[in-house]
């Protein structure tokens, strides 16, 4: 199939994907990411999404210059579905994303649409499509315990009674997306292949990452 904006879907791994690229967002699979759109190519963007099968890239750019049209990208990136959709008075777009698969960039695509198109490979994150079964080698108390390390030293407030009690793959997912890491540092947990090893990265991040001005003052809300 393909549709007005130029690209084809065929699943839920499409052949071309519409990115959005965006510093510090880190979207993982099952994880869920609000955003509020309201430049005018984005909102082409996702009108253009929910055409098809309402899905789109989030991507990191290498820098974060804002007054840059065209960043060079991040090579890796996740799909994310878009499983709420609310349009204000003002024009603007409030939706959430829900993760789907990672992907890596193989190339951009020539295209007369006002967003980027990219041709990602899915194959690199086949795991995604599936249940992780490294989270049994998961080492929850030792992520427990940099975890209220970590929170003293950011003073950063979780509910801890959800956290002690949520299967350990939506555990990392939030954690990993809702901890206000270095860009390069969401980076290395969204490459990370497997859940085992997204913790791990997790618990060094926490071990030894300072305090981040611009992010949150609570997790897992």
Same mark, same amino acid.
């Given at each position: 199939?393909?549709?007005?904006?130029?690209?084809?879907?065929? $699943?839920?791994?499409?052949?071309?994907?519409?990115?959005?690229?965006?510093?510090?967002?880190?979207?993982?699979?099952?994880?869920?990411? !609000?955003?509020?759109?309201?430049?005018?190519?984005?909102?082409?963007?996702?009108?253009?999404?929910?055409?098809?099968?309402?899905?789109?890239?989030?991507?990191?750019?290498?820098?974060?210059?804002?007054?840059?049209?065209?960043?060079?990208?991040?090579?890796?990136? +996740?799909?994310?579905?878009?499983? $709420?959709?609310?349009?204000?008075?003002?024009?603007?777009?409030?939706?959430?994303?829900?993760?789907?698969?990672?992907?890596?960039?193989?190339?951009?695509?020539? %295209?007369?649409? !006002?967003?980027?198109?990219?041709?990602?490979?899915?194959?690199?994150?086949?795991?995604?499509?599936?249940?992780?079964?490294?989270?049994?080698?998961?080492?929850?108390?030792?992520?427990?315990?940099?975890?209220?390390?970590?929170?003293?030293?950011?003073?950063?407030?979780?509910?801890?009674?959800?956290?002690?009690?949520?299967?350990?793959?939506?555990?990392?997912? %939030?954690?990993?997306?809702? +901890?206000?890491?270095?860009?390069?540092?969401?980076?290395?947990?969204?490459?990370?292949?497997?859940?085992?090893?997204?913790?791990? +990265?997790?618990?060094?991040?926490?071990?030894? $990452?300072?305090?981040?001005?611009?992010?949150?003052? $609570?997790?897992?809300?």
């Amino acid at each position: 199939m393909k549709t007005a904006a130029g690209f084809r879907y065929r $699943s839920a791994t499409p052949e071309t994907l519409p990115v959005f690229p965006l510093t510090g967002a880190l979207l993982l699979p099952g994880g869920q990411l !609000p955003l509020n759109i309201f430049e005018p190519r984005y909102l082409r963007m996702i009108d253009d999404a929910l055409a098809g099968p309402r899905l789109i890239g989030m991507i990191q750019p290498l820098d974060d210059e804002e007054n840059t049209l065209k960043p060079p990208l991040y090579e890796v990136g +996740c799909a994310g579905r878009i499983t $709420s959709f609310v349009e204000t008075d003002d024009g603007r777009y409030i939706l959430n994303l829900t993760g789907t698969r990672r992907f890596r960039l193989t190339e951009e695509l020539a %295209s007369d649409t !006002p967003y980027r198109l990219a041709r990602p490979d899915w194959s690199v994150f086949e795991i995604d499509a599936k249940k992780d079964p490294s989270g049994k080698d998961v080492d929850r108390d030792e992520l427990m315990a940099a975890l209220h390390k970590y929170l003293d030293a950011e003073q950063l407030q979780i509910e801890w009674e959800q956290a002690e009690s949520a299967p350990v793959d939506a555990l990392i997912v %939030s954690l990993a997306m809702g +901890c206000p890491f270095e860009a390069n540092e969401k980076q290395a947990l969204l490459e990370a292949p497997t859940l085992a090893e997204q913790a791990k +990265c997790l618990i060094t991040l926490m071990k030894f $990452s300072g305090a981040d001005e611009g992010g949150d003052d $609570s997790l897992l809300q």
